[in-house]
């Protein structure tokens, strides 16, 4: 009778632990922005009030702002510098798209920095496999000077 009880709590406490791994991300869902969502707020020229920031290898999106790979603490530095003098209700989104979330160093830091200074709008642009796939290759706002073929 023991042996069964013994499996369930283990069951049960694995469960729990999967649970917790998977909420270990300092955004909420609703923090994710849909990059269909911005695509047209970006071709409807409905983007004042808001920032758009490249916290990985290179800014490709239209209207967007390079502050360099955020797993570097200077570009996190950088975007704590850029983001001074911003209101804390400005509608911060970041994004990388260097890789999957899963493995994406550079979004975790920085959407931390984000909270950690204040801001009550961050937002995490919803890129889980690469800028090429989830944002170039659908035809999204592109920055003039990004080749993706």
């Known amino acids: 009778m023991k042996y069964p009880f013994f499996l369930l709590l283990t069951g049960l406490f694995l469960l729990g632990n ?20 911005l695509a047209e707020k970006i071709t409807s020229n409905q983007t ?14 239209k209207g967007s702002v390079n502050i360099g790979a955020a ?11 850029y983001l001074k ?6 509608e911060v989104i970041i994004y990388c ?25 961050a937002r995490l642009l919803d890129l889980p496999k690469n800028i090429k796939a989830d944002w170039l290759d659908k035809n999204y706002p592109a920055a003039s000077n990004s080749n993706h073929n």
């Open 18 to 37: 999967m649970a917790i791994a998977q909420n270990n991300e300092p955004w909420t869902s609703s923090q994710l922005m849909a990059p269909a969502f």
């Open 48 to 61: 004042n009030g808001m920032l758009v920031l490249c916290v990985g290898p290179g800014a490709l999106i």
């Open 71 to 81: 797993h570097e603490a200077g570009n996190i530095q950088k975007l704590k510098d």
């Open 85 to 90: 003098g911003v209101k804390k209700d400005t």
């Open 97 to 121: 798209g260097c890789c999957p979330f899963d493995k994406c160093p550079n979004i975790r830091p920085a959407f931390t920095a984000l909270k950690e200074m204040g801001f009550k709008n």
